[in-house]
């Protein structure tokens, strides 16, 4: 069984940074990937990031690209996720996910995943 736990999340006004952890466990995660989705108020849950356990490859919505930086420590099972310049429209519950069987979904669709964390409040200030 996986579990997935985040943490980090807070309030920072419009510009700062925060940083998400989302700390895995119950099985070897070395053939997979993560992904942060998060979803806001009234909207669907959107891709935000995603890094495989392997090889560290990186993917990143646009909207946070060259703001957030998806990054791991395999020895910790913990996935990070490094937010900054962070604006109102970012505010969001942020999830982390991952996969238990191989996929062949896109790593930017939630459907991939099939292993999801709690969530934490992630809320900018103007």
């Known amino acids: 069984q996986v579990q997935l736990v985040e943490s980090g999340g807070g309030l920072v006004q419009a510009g700062g940074s925060l940083r998400l952890s989302c700390a895995a466990s119950?099985?070897?995660?070395?053939?997979?990937?993560l992904g942060w989705f998060r979803q806001a108020p009234g909207r669907d849950r959107e891709f935000v990031a995603a890094?495989?356990?392997?090889?560290?490859?990186?993917y990143y919505a646009g909207a946070v690209k060259g703001r957030f930086t998806i990054s791991r420590d395999s020895a910790k099972n913990t996935v990070y996720l490094q937010m900054n310049s962070l604006k109102p429209e970012d505010t969001a519950v942020y999830f982390c996910a991952t996969e238990t069987r191989p996929s062949i979904v896109a790593v930017t669709t939630a459907r991939r995943y099939d292993a999801w964390g709690q969530g934490t409040q992630v809320t900018v200030s103007s």
């Open positions: 890094i495989t356990w392997s090889g560290g490859v990186t």
């Open positions: 119950g099985r070897t995660f070395s053939s997979y990937t």
